[in-house]
C-alpha cells in the first residue's frame, strides 16, 4: 500500500475542522483519495458521513487494498473518477466535495474542468472543500511553498500552487462561495465553499 508522510501529519489538524465542517453533511466524495489515509481516518471519527472514495484507475489497487484492511463501515470501495470525464452516478447522491493537495497537481485546464463538474455534476452538492497551498495577491506565502512550486513546475507542465483570487472566480461561476479560508499548519489552507 502506497503510504504519504505528509497525511499522516496533517490528518488530525484538517478532523480539527472537518468535524464542525460536515456536522450537516451526509454523503461526501473525496476526490483524488490517494493513500486512503484521510478516507479512513476521516470516517472513523465521523460515523455519520458516508465516506466516498475516489482516483485515477492507477491508484486503485492500492487505496482499495488500505480500504479492505483500515476502512470502517462507513467509508466505500474507490470508484475511478478522472475529473475531465463524465462524473459517476454517485455524483447525484453527494452533498459535499472534499479534496486535498490536488489543484496544484492538476494542470490550468484540467482545474477549471474540476469547478465545472461540481456545478454541473452535483445536483445535491452543498458545500466543496479544499486543502492545500494557495498564493495570495500575486504572492508565496513561505519560502517553502516557493520552493515547493519550484519543484512542481519542473516536475511537470501546467502544476503549481494556484492564486486564491482564481480559485475564487472559478468557484464563483460554478455557483460556489468562499465561506471560510482557514489557515493550517505547514503553510496550507482549508477552503470551504458553499453552494448559492
Not at 501546467?158 to 455557483?175: C, H, K, S, T
Request: aromatic fraction near 10%; charge should be neutral; charged fraction near 15%.
Amino acid at each position: 500500500m502506497a503510504f504519504s508522510q505528509a497525511c499522516e501529519n496533517n490528518k488530525q489538524p484538517i478532523l480539527n475542522q472537518l468535524e464542525s465542517l460536515l456536522s450537516k453533511s451526509k454523503q461526501v466524495l473525496e476526490i483524488g483519495s490517494g493513500t486512503g489515509q484521510h478516507a479512513c481516518f476521516f470516517a472513523a471519527n465521523m460515523p455519520w458521513l458516508t465516506w466516498h472514495t475516489s482516483d485515477r484507475a492507477i491508484n486503485l489497487p492500492s487505496l482499495n487494498a488500505r480500504l479492505a484492511e483500515q476502512a470502517p463501515s462507513n467509508v466505500n470501495s474507490a470508484i475511478e473518477l478522472d475529473i475531465t470525464q463524465t462524473m459517476p452516478a454517485i455524483s447525484q447522491q453527494i452533498d459535499c466535495s472534499y479534496s486535498a493537495n490536488t489543484l496544484h497537481i492538476m494542470n490550468q485546464s484540467q482545474v477549471e474542468t474540476f469547478f465545472n463538474r461540481l456545478g454541473d455534476s452535483f445536483p445535491k452538492l452543498q458545500q466543496a472543500i479544499f486543502y492545500g497551498p494557495f498564493n495570495y495577491q500575486g504572492q508565496f506565502t513561505s519560502a517553502s511553498n516557493q520552493a515547493f512550486d519550484k519543484t512542481l513546475r519542473e516536475r511537470q507542465l501546467g502544476q503549481g500552487i494556484r492564486y486564491i483570487e482564481w480559485i475564487i472566480e472559478l468557484a464563483g461561476r460554478n455557483q460556489l462561495q468562499l465561506k471560510q479560508d482557514i489557515g493550517m499548519p505547514a503553510n496550507n489552507r482549508l477552503l470551504q465553499f458553499v453552494c448559492v
